[in-house]
């Protein structure tokens, strides 16, 4: 298993440009989780998904972020205008149906370094 | 979202064991006792978990109190590969989410 994609592994960004980062779950993995880690902040859970539709996204900053699970395999994370304070590694993660996810955690991603200048 | 309180930071001797605590005096009946670390410039790892009893796997131990407030994981022998940010999460019943602290940075000294 190749475990959870993430793409691109690093974007820089002029401020105001749109900015999509990709997630490729692991198959068979039903929810799937965006965080947000910075040095001043730590690790912030932005959104997740359970079978492709959002359950919390209370910790999604503002408007300019949005994400989308169109289907079980990609999701994506946008961000529109990008500013320089979203600069910040990006990470994805995804765990197998219900109580199995008890027992097995949570599979992260290897994370996209985003730069807005 | 249920509160974990753990030492900013930590050292170790390689070869040594580790006892790395975390208080969780607000855990209540159904939640989850997670731990997860980081290694430099990768994403989270899952380490273990447990409810109530102590819990083994290749990784790690983990030792939970008998009221549950609070747990220590235990590395038996630290190795360099063991430097790491450790992060003790619970995760409240019913709800699949994790919310990360700021977690203990673990040192091994060679």
């Known amino acids: 298993d190749a475990g959870v994609i993430q793409s691109p592994r690093h974007e820089v960004t002029e401020m105001g440009q749109e900015v999509t980062l990709r997630c490729k779950p692991i198959s068979g993995h039903n929810s799937l989780f965006w965080y947000r880690q910075t040095m001043m902040r730590g690790l912030e859970l932005l959104i997740y998904?359970?079978?492709?539709?959002?359950?919390?996204d209370s910790g999604m900053p503002e408007d300019r972020f949005s994400a989308k699970m169109p289907n079980a395999s990609f999701s994506t994370l946008k961000i529109q205008p990008s500013e320089p304070r979203d600069s910040a590694v990006y990470f994805c993660?995804?765990?197998?149906?219900?109580?199995?996810?008890?027992?097995?955690?949570?599979?992260f991603g290897s994370g996209t370094r985003l730069t807005v200048v | 979202d249920a509160k974990t309180t753990q030492p900013n930071s930590m050292e170790s001797n390689e070869e040594e064991p580790v006892h790395l605590p975390c208080n969780h005096s607000t855990i209540s009946g159904t939640d989850y006792i997670h731990w997860y670390r980081q290694l430099p410039s990768q994403g989270p790892e899952y380490v273990i978990h447990?409810?109530?009893s102590n819990v083994n796997n290749r990784m790690a131990s983990l030792a939970i109190a008998e009221d549950r407030k609070s747990s220590t994981l235990i590395l038996h022998r630290a190795t360099l590969r063991d430097a790491a940010v450790y992060y003790c999460?619970?995760?409240?019943?019913?709800?699949?989410?994790?919310?990360f602290g700021k977690g203990t940075k673990l040192t091994v000294n060679p």
């Open positions: 998904f359970n079978n492709n539709v959002p359950i919390d």
């Open positions: 447990g409810l109530t």
């Open positions: 993660a995804s765990s197998p149906p219900g109580q199995n996810a008890r027992f097995y955690g949570y599979t």
């Open positions: 999460i619970l995760q409240q019943g019913g709800s699949e989410k994790l919310v």
